[in-house]
């Protein structure tokens, strides 16, 4: 049987203390409440109001040009900013519920009466719709910078500018290897989808007798330009680095997921290595220490 010393006092020296985990750690609120069970987790609860407003505005124009030549127009849109406020007051803990919901549509219309048999009619149209996570604060790439100041992986996540910029979230799973305990950082995901349409058609019609003709073209587009995050970048912590031994552990006995993330022992919980969220990480450390 293969073990592990615990150490002294069951205590972790501050000189294994990984800084990161630390920092996270520094960032914390105070509680205002016992919280539940051993963590105790969910010790801090307070209201969190999200407001939704909405504006919208709509209005058309008919315009007789001239005898024969009608024109009419369409504008339309809404607004829906959704914001909320952060009662922790810790950049490293901010709220995900914020988001953008914009719609822009706009339409025009000729009709030209050639002869009193053969009328030309134009029409276009154009709507867009926006749909996109906006979290309540962001951090800095320079931020990270502080965090891993020997590494630049980081980078190629936000370099698209509209990737929004968020501490990576620590997950620290339960003893039973598979709950999850608790999350500090933001969570969530990040979702941007930005769909557009528009279309033009030109008809001529005429009448010949008991005939009615119809001729013309229509010319249709769309656009469904979208990002998707499932949830925000991250790493977790379970209990078999932390355990008396790492030979299939029993980890209700021995380990501590809490104790794991404290000293930087990175694993895969819940996932495989290729992904990279808060709910499966790569086998790295995310300290330089």
């Avoid at 719709?129 to 502080?146: E, H, N, Q, R, S």
Wanted: aromatic share 12%; proline share 8%.
């Amino acid at each position: 049987m293969i073990t592990r010393s615990p150490y002294p006092g069951n205590i972790i020296p501050g000189s294994k203390l990984d800084p990161v985990a630390t920092g996270y750690v520094s960032h914390l609120w105070a509680a205002n409440s016992a919280g539940v069970g051993p963590y105790h987790v969910n010790n801090y609860s307070v209201a969190l109001p999200i407001t939704f407003p909405y504006k919208n505005f709509s209005d058309r124009v008919d315009y007789q040009v001239t005898d024969r030549l009608r024109a009419s127009g369409r504008f339309s849109m809404f607004r829906t900013p959704i914001t909320t406020s952060n009662p922790t007051g810790s950049d490293y803990y901010v709220s995900d519920r914020g988001s953008q919901r914009d719609s822009t549509s706009f339409s025009g219309d000729l009709t030209y009466t050639l002869s009193a048999r053969t009328v030309i009619n134009a029409r276009g149209e154009y709507h867009s719709f926006i749909d996109a996570a906006k979290p309540g604060a962001l951090y800095t790439v320079d931020g990270w910078g502080k965090i891993w100041p020997n590494s630049s992986f980081y980078k190629q996540i936000f370099a698209d500018p509209s990737v929004p910029v968020l501490l990576p979230r620590m997950s620290i799973t339960g003893n039973d290897g598979g709950t999850r305990n608790f999350n500090m950082g933001p969570g969530g995901g990040y979702w941007d989808q930005r769909p557009t349409a528009n279309s033009i058609d030109l008809k001529v019609a005429q009448q010949r007798g008991s005939h009615y003709l119809k001729f013309g073209f229509e010319t249709r587009g769309n656009d469904s330009a979208q990002g998707l995050i499932l949830s925000n970048p991250g790493f977790g912590f379970y209990a078999n680095p932390t355990a008396n031994t790492y030979v299939n552990p029993n980890t209700r006995l021995s380990g501590d997921g809490f104790a794991t993330f404290l000293i930087g022992a990175v694993a895969p919980t819940n996932g495989g290595a290729s992904d990279w969220d808060s709910s499966a990480t790569p086998r790295c450390r995310p300290s330089t220490s």
